[in-house]
């Protein structure tokens, strides 16, 4: 199980993707998503300079041990970039092997705990009566559980909310990262008022659960803006609405922070998306201070670190809850959705759909049905990359926006 080549495919239909393609001497390929959304070209460079090299004539079959020689044979280790890149080589060897196998993902990992993985998708209004509209919308499409962000009155650009209806169709699409346009190409500003926001949410999911009733899963992303007793506040205010959860609500890198959230209130909480190792996680899952594990495979190591991670959750009845943004690529989505089937501690799936073009450049095969996302019994992942395709998409400067408040000061975005 030789690995004969090895490159790094950067595209962008309808937004940039990073994914690397790992062939073996008898033909079988593999992929891995490295996209890192707004630096993507330094995982390009880490591994088409550093991590390439070292798989070339090296033993497909070992995983394992190819992990640990990236991670620990480099000396500098952890980090968004490198862990990217990690993830990327670590998610093609497990495609490769199953393929080899002649089996889906899921199958290699254990088999399946349940028939398909509870999806959530992204519900968003600039007002009430348009993020109510939304989540109808997303409920007609199949969802049984929604995210739910809106504008907050006085404020342009909120994160999470869509600028329009897509093509004035019934579809909410929210993609952060914008393209970077100008001679200094920046990313753009959005202002920023934590109290105003605090004011604002507790009406909207009154508004929700008053239109919809009791029984569907909300969910919100406090987006790492809150200090820990507003994060606190929040979560009590929102108790009578009974959220799925409440995720990143503080910058959770100071993870001893949590425990006066968690001292306050019983609103559950998830954490995790910009972490990449499971060190990151040890005082929030040893002192049971969260309840849902939000890392990605592309972000956290690939498979086997995300196995890990969930094995490690598991013994603290924390549960899954893996990123599953537009910038998570088609491959990336696929690994999640095998994990999903095989770990038993699953709690739910994030699943914003990828545009048509996207899908284009990603063949895919997993489904979306009744609520539910099901990896396909394809062997391997299940997804192909048309690289015919995808260079008909070349790579766009695009960046995530910045939060100022309204005195200028740099805030958490
Ligand atoms: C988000 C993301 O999906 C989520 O929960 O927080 O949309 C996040 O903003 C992007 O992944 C940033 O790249
Ligand atoms: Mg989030």
Known sequence: MQIVSAEVVVTSPGRN????????????????????????????????????????????????????YLYRGAYWRRGPV??????????????????????????????ACRTGALAYGHASGRDVPELLDSVRAHLEQGYRAVRVQTGIPGFDSVYGVAASRAGGGERYDYEPARRAVGPVPRPAVETWDTRAYLRHLPTVFEAVRAEFGPELPLLHDGHHRMTPIQAARLGKDLEPYDLFWLEDATPAEDQAALRLIRRHTTTPLAIGEVFNSVHDYTTL?????????????????????????LDLAAVYGVRSGMHGPTDISPVGMAAALHLDLA??????????????????????SYRFEDGLLHPSDTPGLGVELDVGAAARFPYQQAYLPVSRLRDGTVHDW
């Open 82 to 111: 490198t862990m990217a890149a990690v993830a990327a080589v670590d998610t093609a060897l497990w495609d490769i092997k199953a393929k080899y196998a002649g089996m889906p993902l899921y199958q290699l990992l254990g088999g």
């Open 343 to 364: 770990v038993h501690n699953f709690g739910i799936q994030e699943y914003m759909r990828h545009s048509a073009r996207t899908l284009e450049v990603f063949r895919t």
């Open 17 to 68: 993707f990073v994914t690397l393609r790992v062939t073996t001497e008898d033909g079988v390929t593999g992929l891995g998503d490295a996209t890192l959304n707004g630096r993507e070209l330094a995982v390009r460079s880490y591994l088409d300079d550093h991590v390439v090299p070292l798989l070339l004539g090296s033993d497909a079959s070992r995983i394992e041990d190819t992990w640990q």
């Open 285 to 309: 899952l040893s002192e049971r201070l969260i309840d849902y594990v939000r890392s990605a495979v592309t972000h956290a190591g690939g498979v086997t670190a995300m196995r890990k991670l």
